[in-house]
């Protein structure tokens, strides 16, 4: 059984660096071709994803948050971390990871941690 598990600050303020974590257990996060995924979901409206790490470590993000953004990992905690810069108060969201076998759609999702930006 694969599980995720988000952790986050809760609050951030304005200006400041978001970090969550994501901690995989039931499988690798360099198990080949699996991609692990940071999805989110502001109050009221639809799933925004935000970017992915491969099993091969190579990241890719979506254009609209791409200069904001960074994923990494840490293989030997079998964990991988979402860095959003400059945050506002519209980045108040639910952030869930997610693994996707293939880029075929994500299979297992983490219970999401929310996170407001507020001062």
């Known amino acids: 059984q694969v599980q995720l598990q988000e952790v986050g600050p809760g609050l951030v303020k304005p200006s400041q660096t978001l970090s969550l974590t994501c901690t995989v257990s039931?499988?690798?996060?360099?198990?080949?071709?699996?991609?692990w995924s940071w999805i989110r979901q502001p109050p009221g409206k639809g799933l925004e994803w935000m970017g992915v790490?491969?099993?091969?470590?190579?990241?890719y993000y979506s254009p609209s948050l791409k200069s904001r953004t960074s994923i990494s990992r840490d293989t030997s905690k079998n964990q991988f971390t979402l860095q959003l810069s400059s945050v506002t108060p519209e980045d108040t969201a639910t952030y869930y990871c997610?693994?996707?076998?293939?880029?075929?759609?994500?299979?297992?999702w983490g219970q999401g941690t929310q996170v407001t930006v507020s001062s």
């Open positions: 997610a693994r996707e076998p293939g880029l075929g759609g994500m299979d297992y």
């Open positions: 039931g499988d690798s996060i360099t198990t080949g071709y699996y991609y």
């Open positions: 790490i491969a099993y091969s470590g190579n990241a």
